[in-house]
């Protein structure tokens, strides 16, 4: 079996949940300081989806670095299917909140021109957009880890 790149116990997978772990940190920390994103559920969806991906990929990034020192194997059917089933589980929530959240910034940037219209909400909206984009970089690194070990089940079960 060859080495996948992104896979669990590996350098690459180790920097793909540190990307999403710092990726999924600053869009809550972009959303919490924004004034009134608690007025949309669709924010709070997203700050709850990025809060469940930060713990997830903490908790996996520190069972990579374990894996990392002591030479743990991971790439046996049982941890994959783990692996698999909790970052599909999350990729999906954090896919509906993020898109979720996108809708509602775009109603109130472009759409309503609501952030134009209300001087005291240009920070607040310039800050929705950006937790957006860093969700989606989120979500993005956490599709990566989700292919690449479906990938390694694959390549596991066929071996």
Request: with cysteine; glycine share 6%; charged share 10%.
């Given at each position: 079996?060859?080495?996948?790149?992104?896979?669990?116990?590996?350098?690459?997978?180790?920097?793909?949940?540190?990307?999403?772990?710092?990726?999924?940190?600053?869009?809550?920390?972009?959303?919490?300081?924004?004034?009134?994103?608690?007025?949309?559920?669709a924010?709070?969806?997203?700050?709850?989806?990025?809060c469940?991906?930060?713990?997830?990929?903490?908790?996996?990034?520190?069972?990579?670095?374990h894996?990392?020192?002591?030479?743990?194997?991971?790439?046996?059917?049982?941890?994959?299917?783990?692996?698999?089933?909790?970052?599909?589980?999350?990729?999906?929530?954090?896919?509906?909140?993020?898109?979720?959240?996108?809708g509602?910034?775009?109603?109130?940037?472009?759409?309503?021109q609501?952030?134009?219209?209300?001087?005291e909400?240009?920070?607040?909206?310039?800050?929705?957009?950006?937790?957006?984009?860093?969700?989606?970089?989120?979500?993005?690194?956490?599709?990566?880890?989700?292919?690449?070990?479906?990938?390694?089940?694959?390549?596991?079960?066929?071996?």
């Open positions: 079996m060859k080495d996948i790149a992104g896979s669990p116990g590996t350098w690459s997978g180790l920097a793909l949940r540190a990307s999403q772990f710092v990726c999924a940190a600053g869009s809550l920390v972009a959303m919490g300081s924004a004034l009134g994103f608690t007025n949309y559920s924010f709070c969806f997203m700050a709850l989806s990025m469940l991906q930060l713990i997830w990929s903490f908790i996996l990034a520190c069972i990579d670095i894996s990392l020192k002591t030479n743990w194997d991971l790439h046996n059917t049982r941890h994959v299917w783990k692996y698999i089933i909790g970052d599909w589980v999350v990729a999906i929530a954090s896919m509906a909140a993020t898109s979720s959240s996108a509602v910034a775009i109603l109130l940037v472009r759409d309503t609501f952030c134009r219209v209300h001087d909400q240009l920070v607040a909206c310039s800050r929705y957009k950006f937790s957006v984009i860093l969700a989606f970089m989120a979500w993005s690194f956490i599709a990566a880890s989700a292919g690449s070990t479906f990938w390694l089940l694959v390549s596991i079960i066929h071996v």
